[in-house]
């Protein structure tokens, strides 16, 4: 792999400790990868919650930020494992907090921008379209590609803070034209559909597709960005997905045939049996929940918005608790716009920073989550410590208020 001469000299040290170690993990990784060479990056969105990065992820981080270390672009970061305001009243051990606020700690002191959301690109990391960023939230970097045109790769942890101190990211994957034109195609045949129907329609395409890029036809017209984000972070629960080709929608895709760069590719239709199927395989139990998880990916004002519609005039049955995860932001319009007492009048919660798939559930005493996230469904029943009920937002709040 090609490196000028100014990354020649940050890997033999010249530029500092911190950037030294950027650069041989982005030389090794890059080699590994079959990368040609290293491409600026404009902004990066990096990993720091406790539940997946443990104790090896804690040192990580404290070696780069005590030895200099500083992110190089504007870097958001993916939730946190713990509320970072309201820990305690979600019975949260302090143990486990504390170790969560050594990692924010950590990235405040490179730099970092504390927006602790997955959906970064809806509150505070607004690339534009043609520009090269390193993302590492998988529905994140689904919409990157497959929305706002820019592009990214699925970088892994480790990777993305160092891609993120040196501003640079390796060369290959979806940064490369021949690697972003689609390879397999989906029709949709659903009419109206419902919140269910696009998160089970992004995990049958990711399920299907495999290591293909999907093409997507057959969405209604009205189709909002926060159902394309719901979609396309189940397809890359489902499978290895980094860009959905939306027909009409995504720049350059305005037809199958385009989307695929003129190459006939194998098409399958996606029905309410397909659906039906998704939904029984993702929905593991009819027991009574303790939690009604909702926001995986984190919700946006305007769907909270929705969800205290939902909620009006309805109480929580006892014995059941229903959590709304959102970002900081979207949480303080919500506070100051009155949402946020009409949904929590039904004794719902928001909370903010944070997400249940990267919450320690089972030390919370939760055995059976509610949810209409494939992602959340897909993630937690995979660990197989908690069961998932998987039903469309309308069924949940039927089921569990009065």
Known sequence: MYLSPEQERTLSGERGEAKELAMTILAKVGEALGADSLVPIKSAHVLAHYSSLHEAGIEVLEKFSSSGGRFAVPTTVDPASVDLENWKSFGIPEEYAEKQF????????????????????????????????????????????????????????????????????????????????????????????????????????GRHAGSRV????GLPRNVSSDELKHLGAAAAAGGPVTMIHYVGITPGSESLKSASGGERVETLDVGRKELDEVEADLNQSEEKPDLVALGVPHLSASELGQLAKLLDGKKLKGGTRMYAYTSSQAFDFVKRSGIMLDIERSGARLTHSTDAEISPLKKLGFDVVMTNSAKLAEIVSSEGEVKIRYKQIAEIVEEVTS
């Open 102 to 205: 050594r990692l924010c700690a950590a990235f405040a002191r490179l730099g970092g921008i504390p927006c602790w959301s997955c959906a970064q690109y809806q509150v505070c990391n607004f690339p534009k379209a043609g520009e090269t960023v390193a993302w590492a939230e998988s529905n994140s970097v689904v919409f990157a590609n497959s929305l706002i045109g820019c592009r990214t790769n699925k970088i892994t942890s480790g990777l993305d803070i160092a891609c993120a101190i040196t501003g640079l990211t390796p060369r290959f994957g979806m940064l490369l034209d021949e690697n972003r034109r689609a390879q397999v195609a989906f029709r949709s045949t659903i009419d109206r559909p419902t919140d269910l129907d696009y998160r089970s329609l992004g995990y049958y395409i």
């Open 214 to 217: 999907p093409g997507l036809d």
